[in-house]
């Protein structure tokens, strides 16, 4: 049965009587509280929080919330954001020619443990079209020719804009996004790095890995920012290696992280459990 619930996320200044004011203020209305989590970054003087409650009875719904929590935003100084369980996010995936990730994601989509739909996948080849095809998913290839990249791009903002996309993730697309692309969808746009992020960005990150005779490998998934590679870290994993491993088999063990990494960073994203700030993320239980 899918749950009727929604999801506060804020980030204000830290001081007294924050949660027990969001907690009374869902309690004076009928709200259950299903879930809640928060964070005190002491540092920047920050305090970041997600709650969780049951629609179903409620005096607050979504069309209502907005007004009646602004005497707690403005009192708190707040940033937030309400997140609808019934709202399934429009993912579209873009991928080059490895499908360990892709095939991944689909799986776990057709198996229920993402929450959300996937109308489209993008590609700048062909290899993943069966696949594509297999899972009843629209394939659409556009390719990637030399000084044509904006007009690549334009056609898959088109499609973007068609099927109302909210997330888009580079499952191993083999392309570095323009800086207008990256301004266009700020925070909806997750990759999966194939190295253990600040370590080894760019292309060939196994090989120089190796080269480097490192002891653990491992796998990043950020949100894209116009700086490659350095935007906001989801998820990292790591596996021990030895002298023994060559680079096949780094590529290997990596590809198995990749895919892990990625599906936890999707799913936390569709969930509402990541807030941003500083160019880190907080990951709610």
């Known amino acids: 049965m899918t749950k009727n619930t929604a999801t506060l996320l804020v980030t204000c200044p830290d001081q007294k009587g924050i949660v027990a004011g969001i907690a009374d203020f869902l309690y004076r209305n009928g709200a259950n509280i299903l879930h809640a989590d928060q964070h005190q970054d002491a540092e920047n003087n920050l305090f970041l929080m997600r709650v969780e409650w049951d629609l179903n009875g409620s005096a ?9 929590f602004d005497e707690i935003a403005t009192r708190f100084d ?8 019934q709202k399934r996010p429009r993912l579209a995936i873009m991928v080059s020619q490895y499908d360990h990730c892709l095939a991944d ?4 989509h057709q198996s229920g443990e993402l929450a959300c739909d996937i109308p ?21 290839h556009i390719e990637v020719k030399k000084d044509q990249k904006a007009e690549a791009e334009a056609a898959q ?15 191993r697309y083999m392309q570095i996004l323009s800086p207008e692309f990256v301004k266009r969808y700020p925070e909806r746009i997750i990759n999966i790095h194939h190295s253990f992020l600040p370590a080894f ?26 700086v490659l590679d350095e935007g906001p870290i989801i998820e990292q994993d790591i596996d021990r290696i030895s002298h023994r491993d060559q680079v096949e088999d780094l590529i ?21 459990r990541i807030l941003l700030y500083a160019n880190k993320t907080v990951i709610f239980d």
């Not at 707040?78 to 369980?85: G, Y």
């Not at 994601?105 to 776990?108: E, F, I, N, T, V």
């Open 60 to 68: 607050i719904q979504p069309d209502n919330f907005a007004e009646r």
């Open 78 to 85: 707040m940033t937030w954001q309400l997140k609808l369980s």
């Open 105 to 108: 994601l689909l799986h776990r």
């Open 120 to 140: 489209v996948i993008i590609s700048n080849h062909r290899d993943t079209e069966r696949l594509a095809n297999f899972y009843g998913i629209p394939f659409h």
């Open 157 to 171: 903002f088109a499609l973007f804009d068609s099927l109302d996309i909210d997330l888009i993730v580079l499952a």
């Open 201 to 226: 960005i760019g292309a060939r990150p196994y090989h120089r890995a190796f080269e480097r005779g490192v002891k653990l490998i491992g796998a990043t998934s950020h949100y894209v920012t116009e």
């Open 252 to 272: 290997q063990k990596g590809r198995d992280l990749e895919r892990i990494v990625l599906s936890r960073a999707v799913r936390w994203h569709i969930e509402n």
